[in-house]
Nanobody, 125 residues
């Protein structure tokens, strides 16, 4: 099982960025999968999760309305579209999956069974 996240970089405040996560070793038709982030000096937090079984999503209050998680099952890829970014969104972003449950809410609150490597997102002028 592998999750490979990429697409991070430097973006100006108010800008947009799309992260991608290519998964292998499992299919995107049951597990919950999503995105976590860890800002400097802070704990890692779940921000956007998706059930690949019923497409129900969950978002943290900090990103709701600005970030969108989606999947392309044919490409085994999960995306995080980020809009209206602010310096507070600066963090290392991780793709993660819960291979034992399909609840996006549970993934966001209880954490995953499998982590991918992180990709740095820096929001600065």
């Amino acid at each position: 099982v592998q999750l490979q996240a990429f697409g991070g970089g430097l973006v100006q405040p108010g800008g947009s960025l799309r992260l991608s996560c290519i998964v292998s070793g499992f299919r995107l038709d049951f597990p919950a999968i999503g995105w976590f982030r860890q800002a400097p000096g802070k704990e890692r937090e779940g921000i956007a999760c998706l059930s690949t079984w019923n497409d129900i999503t969950w978002y943290s209050d900090s990103v709701k309305g600005r970030f969108t998680v989606s999947r392309d099952a044919a490409e085994n890829t999960v995306y995080l579209q980020m809009e209206n970014l602010s310096p507070e969104d600066t963090a290392v972003y991780y793709c993660a999956a819960d291979l034992t449950h399909s609840s996006s809410y549970a993934l966001g609150h209880d954490g995953p069974t499998n982590w991918g490597q992180g990709t740095q997102v820096t929001v600065s002028s």
